[in-house]
């Protein structure tokens, strides 16, 4: 007889009590504000992984706004050229200068338009593409986490990082970085002209930098903080919504609308004061930057009206001068602005580059071993050593051995919470032991293809979830490949072909979101005949009978009986009658595999399983 270690039982539950909860349910949820970490230096690299493909277009879209800027920054200096040039010459009948002026003002006004229209054109298709590929990549990304991390975070979370998340990145960079390069680029063509007009007044203004970088700079620091907290708030208030319409019937049922409003208020209320103190910062900033634009101006025209006045100075110069300092401080609105764009973007690349720098607990192996030619549909699962203990450290499945022979059908009874799904996890690698390893043939697990060990086993559990789309569709999960014939035959084997047939259209009956259009015990007919139609050479049934009624019951039971003849088969049940079918069963109590045997011999016995059995009589009775 095999033994083992488990977590001590909860308490045993009679026939009719509700399935075991995952184990995953004994860790501690995560509190609200808990985020998935952010390696130093991951959203960068994230950025940098973005628009490295695109660098070619991105350098030609900046040499056409740079371009077009220069376009646009000449208008002022033409007007300059006008009063101290070309209005003079118009007293002594010479329209030259004027004409060329003017001639120049509308061609640059023309190209910076063209220029204008181009560029945008060319950033909207950059970022269209770059958006596109962040979903992309989150989504992907989001399917190779393995079980533990999506028990741990809610779908909530995720939804809001390709949601919420990447509608900040698009905001920023279909109108923050035009804003952001417009700034940048106006600053340094007016500085030059302002520098080459009047080197004193060109210095005195550029002074005006120091006190505006340092208004820049607090509010950057301030901003981030706050828009961090931004981004939690509206991930947790996603996460609420979202259990909240999962949840929908027992919500209405048991009435909890009250409650769930009132819950979800105070999110609410949490987020709606973390935007508040964001616009209080981009208030602050524009205030302050402001106040020292206006006052540099005036100091600048002052001196300038000096300089006019002993004659150092033309006055088309001081013009153009005064035009280029609106020009120069106008832009402060739109750099708070991308500012305040920036930030809301910087801490939602931060949450994204989290989810996509968090690694996969189940690894692909990096040079998978391919599984030997079998002798029979079966395999042999072999657990060696084996031991796990979730992330916390508490141990559910301390070390130990256990074989179970190919084309054999064992099941696995015990208490709630004694180990029993979890060992089914483990078996489907949705979890790596911590210590230990479990063999297919020999043959480690972890060295195995994700493709090939999900074709060789295949797990069916309570939930029996199904994906919008036809019946064949979700019957054809098993075997993407499969004839129409080929999936009826399994609908057919399974005992399911009869009531999929009676369904308005047949096997093209949508049956809608989670498959809510049929009744539970159908959506499990279902997962069967999809396993089925899989053929794997290890099938595992987690609590798969749980919402069959009895005659739905017996007729996959009858249906199991030839399809797992000579397959490698798992069964964790607490109903008894589903046990009956299997060549040996595991039952686990108090830690430990307390009796092995075939259901005759156990049954005849005087131990656990005997009462159990007992009890499920007389409750039928």
């Given amino acids: 007889m095999s033994t083992t270690t488990v977590r001590p039982a909860k308490g045993s539950r ?194 005006s930098f120091l006190p505006l970088y340092l208004i820049t700079r607090s509010f950057r620091r301030r901003s981030l903080r706050v828009y961090r907290r931004s981004r939690t708030a509206t991930a947790t208030l996603i996460v609420k919504f979202t259990e909240t319409m999962n949840g929908i019937r027992p919500v209405q049922a048991f009435r909890r609308e009250a409650a769930n409003e009132a819950a979800f208020g105070v999110l609410n209320r949490r987020s709606a004061t973390a935007q508040a103190e964001g616009f209080r910062e981009l208030a602050r900033f524009v205030g302050l930057s402001r106040t020292t634009a206006n006052v540099w101006v005036t100091g600048v025209v002052v001196l300038g009206a000096f300089l006019v006045t002993d004659g150092s100075l033309e006055l088309g110069v001081l013009t153009g001068f005064v035009l280029y300092l609106r020009r120069l401080y106008d832009p402060i609105d739109q750099l708070a ?112 293809s994700t493709a090939d060990l999900r074709r060789g086993v295949v797990m069916v559990t309570q939930e029996s979830f199904l994906f919008s789309g036809t019946v064949a569709e979700n019957i054809a999960i098993g075997r993407p490949g499969a004839t129409r014939e080929e999936v009826e035959q399994a609908a057919r084997a399974i005992g399911a072909y009869d009531f999929v047939a009676a369904l308005p259209e047949g096997f093209d009956t949508d049956v809608r979101k989670r498959g809510g259009r049929i009744s539970a015990g159908q959506r499990q007919l279902v997962a069967f005949a999809r396993a089925l139609l899989a053929d794997p050479a290890v099938l595992i049934l987690d609590e798969a009978t749980s919402s069959l009624d009895v005659p739905g019951e017996q007729a996959v039971q009858r249906a199991m009986r030839t399809v797992l003849a000579g397959r490698t088969a798992v069964i964790i049940a607490h109903r008894l009658s589903t046990v009956e079918i299997a060549d040996r069963v595991l039952v686990m109590e108090q830690g430990r595999i307390v009796e092995d045997g075939t259901p005759a011999e156990l049954i005849g016995g005087t131990g656990r399983f005997a009462d159990l059995h007992q009890a499920w009589r007389a409750s039928l009775v």
């Fill in 14 to 207: 009679e026939p009719g009590e509700q399935p075991d909860p995952p184990e995953a349910e004994l860790l501690p949820p995560p509190s609200d504000d808990e985020d998935i970490p952010v390696p130093p230096g991951a959203a960068r690299t994230l950025l940098a992984a973005l628009l490295g493909p695109h660098r070619g277009r991105i350098t030609l879209a900046m040499l056409v706004i740079l371009v077009q800027q220069a376009a646009l920054q000449a208008g002022p200096l033409l007007v300059a050229i006008t009063m101290d040039r070309a209005v003079p010459a118009l007293r002594d009948h010479d329209s030259g200068p004027l004409i060329a002026v003017i001639g120049a003002y509308l061609g640059c006004a023309a190209l910076s338009t063209v220029l204008q229209r181009a560029f945008i054109r060319m950033s909207a298709r950059i970022n269209q593409d770059i958006l596109l590929e962040l979903r992309g990549r989150i989504f992907r990304h989001a399917q190779r986490l393995s079980l533990d991390f999506h028990e741990r975070y809610t779908s909530g979370r995720i939804t809001s990082r390709a949601t919420s998340d990447v509608d900040a990145l698009r905001e920023l960079l279909s109108e923050g970085l035009q804003e952001l390069l417009t700034v940048f680029l106006s600053v340094f063509y007016i500085s030059v002209l302002l520098l080459v007009m009047d080197w004193r007044l060109g210095l005195v203004s550029l002074v």
């Fill in 337 to 448: 602005m991308f500012l305040n764009s920036y930030q809301s973007a910087a801490a939602a690349l931060e949450k994204i580059a989290g989810l996509l720098a968090h690694e996969p607990t189940v690894a692909e192996p990096a040079a998978p071993v391919t599984l030997p030619a079998g002798t029979g549909t079966g395999r042999e699962v072999a657990f060696r050593g084996t031991r796990f203990a979730y992330r916390t450290g508490k141990e559910v499945l301390p070390a130990f051995d256990l074989v179970l022979p190919a084309g054999r059908t064992t099941a696995v009874v015990g208490a709630t919470g004694a180990g029993k799904s979890t060992l089914a996890k483990l078996l489907a690698r949705f979890y790596d032991p911590t210590e230990g390893r479990i063999t297919l043939d020999g043959v480690d697990l972890r060295d195995l």
